[in-house]
């Protein structure tokens, strides 16, 4: 199968095709072609809590199962079914209910963001199921998933903190830093213990200050370190995104939904750990003290911003794929328009709207 269209590629837009060999992508050509959509590969979310009216936070099964299809429809072939702070029990019944789809392909994995999280930083997460750091829980956890947990992120200065990130990266697990009130130089301390992510960076952070810069300068500064950005233009003034995008760069700037149940559904009231959130104008938040609560942003909208604020398709793209990819352990295999990688990509309009999908070879109906 040939596709045809302005194919971006890691280096740089082709217009001509790519060719698609079973469930790879074959080669790039350059060639005259009529159709100027674009074709962009696959989309990779490592921090989504939900869509479609479904969400992951509360370890259904068949919610996940929809949730998972309404992002793949917006692009992403690639996906992380992220949770929120909740009682061990929750995490555990999460694990065995999600381990079957990871193993399935329809996730990813598995990401607790919490709930060793900071009271103080702690955002739409629920304050009532936040604690420390625990190796006996983590360790229960790990070996229940088997594999299946990719992610956990948490709060350095929390007790037990730099252990935990010791533990999850000797399992193969990504630590990520977010919710948190740390110092710079707790920040780097979590990042020498192994923490490779910062979980949507500037967001549930202590704010940097000159004379103390605090966890955002201390990742966006960390070479190591991949920041995630929710680039909703509500999390983030679009000054903000590409001031962080160019710190960071390309290859460090990873673009994330953090979409909860509400994404590409009606304004209203809705549910996130266990708390009301009000939905209005497209824009989440408690109810009890209207803080962000996640997004209903997808992953096409997310590309779609970073462009219209000033970011170069090519870097955007590597932001909403190639980085993330290699974020998660698999930069060799998903997350690029390139000859042997899975062929996962989106085909978008001149508006950058998704025209059809493709995972695996295989366009998704």
Known sequence: ???????????????????????HFGAVTEAPVQDPHWIVPGFVDIHT???????FTTGDPDAAVRAAAFHLRHGTTTLFASLVSSPVELMRTAVQAFTPLVDAGVLAGIHFEGPYLSAVRCGAQ???H???????EL???????GGAVRMVTLAPERAGALDAIKLLVSHGVIAAIGHTDATYEQTLAAVDAGASVGTHVFNGMRPPHHREPGPVFALLGAPSVVCELVADGVHLHDGTLTFAASVAGPDRTALVTDAMAAAGMPDGAYELGGQAVDVRDGVAR??????????TLTMDAALRRAVSAGIPMVDACRMTSTTPARAIGQGDTIGAIQPGWRADLAILDTNLQVLRVMRAGVWVS
Not at 49 to 55: E, I, L, R
Not at 139 to 145: I, V, Y
């Open 49 to 55: 809590h939900g869509g479609g009216g479904d969400t």
């Open 286 to 295: 408690l109810t009890r003290d209207g803080s962000i609560a996640g997004s």
């Open 1 to 23: 199968m040939r596709i045809d269209g302005r194919v971006v590629t890691p280096t740089g837009v082709v217009t001509g095709s790519v060719e698609i060999d079973g469930t």
């Open 126 to 128: 629920n304050p009532a």
């Open 139 to 145: 360790t229960d956890l790990l070996t229940l998933a």
């Open 130 to 136: 936040l604690r420390d750091a625990s190796l006996a």
